[in-house]
């Protein structure tokens, strides 16, 4: 590959928009070539922020352009029901493909999509972005480091109280099918727990709905047992009037607890551009607190580095380095959220005849 990396977003929504194509933009490795959308307005909108990009209405417009030689990389960032079957098509291509997480929604399409790419040699990553929060790489320099002694439990939270419209396809959809906070924010936290302390052994959890007529879980809990003798205890809800806070992990030596969420998404909405200094930075008043009750001393948060993600995608392109994320560890995830929507299915009542 000679020039920029040809790439294609496929979805302006949340992900699209505030995520990849500002990021893919801030990368001189790349090219945003096409946004898909069929969304009138959204369209509009992409075509305002990025005028050079050609705006696309269909799956099948990119793929067909695609198959002409136009395009090099295809970013999944639809509704997450539809990652399964877009992937496939741009594996079975040859393309690079990133997945926004979910990578898939059940455990044998996840597998099916990571053996179709390594047939095609097609290059396959997936969007686990929070791999590079901040907080979270704060959290690893403190276990990794043994401030905290011998780590016993590692509480992580994802909560607020939204009172934004949801998406359709996000308040229709069956949480089995893809739908809730479980997939939605689980995601996320399993794989970050994952990352500290390894394998799981053991797993815990309540998938709760509490919006009136609601399809899928909304306030749900997970309690992984790892390997290595760590309880991880993982809350995502849209629904708390207060948030608790977004870490706290307990160690035989010490504690250390974050309140906030991580604010390079607040910042990409906000418009601010990953190239600018103040990106990924964080105030000192919102600063973790490492130590024991009276003996608290507060720990700089780590700069957040999301470039990194597309910065590491383009050396694996190129072939000079692995993916930033292996496909394969997302399956740990999807293979435990699969199993407690399972469970809970087995565990509801009939309906009376």
């Given at each position: 590959?000679?020039?920029?990396?040809?790439?294609?977003?496929?979805?302006?929504?949340?992900?699209?928009?505030?995520?990849?194509?500002?990021?893919?933009?801030?990368?001189?490795?790349?090219?945003?070539?096409?946004?898909?959308?069929?969304?009138?307005?959204?369209?509009?909108?992409?075509?305002?922020?990025?005028?050079?990009?050609?705006?696309?209405?269909?799956?099948?417009?990119?793929?067909?352009?695609?198959?002409?030689?136009?395009?090099?990389?295809?970013?999944?960032?639809?509704?997450?029901?539809?990652?399964?079957?877009?992937?496939?098509?741009?594996?079975?291509?040859?393309?690079?493909?990133?997945?926004?997480?979910?990578?898939?929604?059940?455990?044998?399409?996840?597998?099916?999509?990571?053996?179709?790419?390594?047939?095609?040699?097609?290059?396959?990553?997936?969007?686990?972005?929070?791999?590079?929060?901040?907080?979270?790489?704060?959290v690893?320099?403190?276990?990794?480091?043994?401030?905290?002694?011998e780590?016993?439990?590692?509480?992580?939270?994802?909560?607020?109280?939204?009172?934004?419209?949801?998406?359709?396809?996000?308040?229709?959809?069956?949480?089995?099918?893809?739908?809730?906070?479980?997939?939605?924010?689980?995601?996320?936290?399993?794989?970050?727990?994952?990352?500290?302390?390894?394998?799981?052994?053991?797993?815990?959890g309540?998938?709760?709905?509490?919006r009136?007529?609601?399809v899928n879980?909304?306030?749900?809990?997970?309690?992984?047992t790892?390997?290595?003798?760590?309880?991880?205890?993982?809350?995502?809800?849209?629904?708390v009037?207060?948030?608790?806070?977004?870490?706290?992990?307990?160690?035989?030596?010490?504690?250390?607890?974050?309140?906030?969420?991580?604010?390079?998404?607040?910042?990409?909405?906000?418009?601010?551009?990953?190239?600018?200094?103040?990106?990924?930075?964080?105030?000192?008043?919102?600063?973790?607190?490492?130590?024991?009750?009276?003996?608290?001393?507060?720990?700089?948060?780590?700069?957040?580095?999301?470039?990194?993600?597309?910065?590491?995608?383009?050396?694996?392109?190129?072939?000079?380095?692995?993916?930033?994320?292996?496909?394969?560890?997302?399956?740990?995830?999807?293979?435990?959220?699969?199993?407690?929507?399972?469970?809970?299915?087995?565990r509801?009542?009939?309906?009376?005849?």
């Amino acid at each position: 590959m000679t020039g920029p990396i040809r790439t294609a977003v496929v979805g302006y929504g949340l992900a699209g928009s505030v995520f990849h194509a500002p990021l893919i933009t801030a990368d001189p490795a790349y090219d945003l070539s096409f946004v898909v959308t069929g969304n009138t307005e959204r369209a509009a909108a992409a075509r305002e922020r990025y005028p050079s990009t050609t705006i696309v209405a269909s799956v099948a417009e990119l793929l067909a352009r695609a198959d002409q030689g136009e395009v090099d990389l295809v970013v999944v960032a639809s509704p997450t029901p539809t990652h399964a079957e877009l992937a496939l098509q741009v594996v079975d291509r040859g393309l690079a493909a990133v997945v926004d997480k979910p990578l898939t929604v059940h455990l044998a399409d996840a597998e099916a999509l990571i053996a179709r790419a390594e047939q095609t040699g097609a290059v396959l990553t997936a969007f686990q972005n929070r791999r590079w929060d901040g907080d979270f790489l704060t959290v690893r320099r403190l276990v990794e480091s043994g401030a905290l002694g011998e780590v016993r439990r590692f509480e992580s939270r994802f909560e607020w109280l939204s009172a934004r419209p949801r998406p359709p396809w996000k308040s229709g959809t069956s949480g089995p099918d893809g739908g809730g906070v479980a997939y939605d924010l689980g995601s996320h936290l399993i794989d970050q727990a994952v990352q500290l302390f390894g394998p799981v052994k053991g797993v815990y959890g309540e998938l709760d709905a509490h919006r009136p007529g609601a399809v899928n879980d909304d306030d749900s809990f997970i309690a992984l047992t790892h390997e290595s003798g760590v309880r991880s205890h993982l809350a995502m809800s849209s629904l708390v009037a207060q948030r608790g806070f977004r870490f706290r992990v307990l160690g035989s030596e010490s504690a250390f607890t974050k309140w906030g969420l991580d604010g390079q998404e607040g910042q990409l909405a906000s418009g601010l551009s990953p190239l600018d200094e103040s990106f990924g930075v964080e105030a000192a008043a919102s600063y973790g607190l490492l130590g024991r009750d009276g003996e608290t001393s507060p720990v700089p948060t780590e700069r957040g580095r999301y470039v990194t993600f597309y910065r590491q995608l383009a050396a694996a392109i190129a072939g000079e380095g692995p993916v930033p994320v292996d496909p394969r560890d997302t399956l740990t995830g999807i293979r435990i959220i699969e199993d407690l929507h399972a469970a809970a299915a087995s565990r509801a009542p009939s309906p009376r005849s």
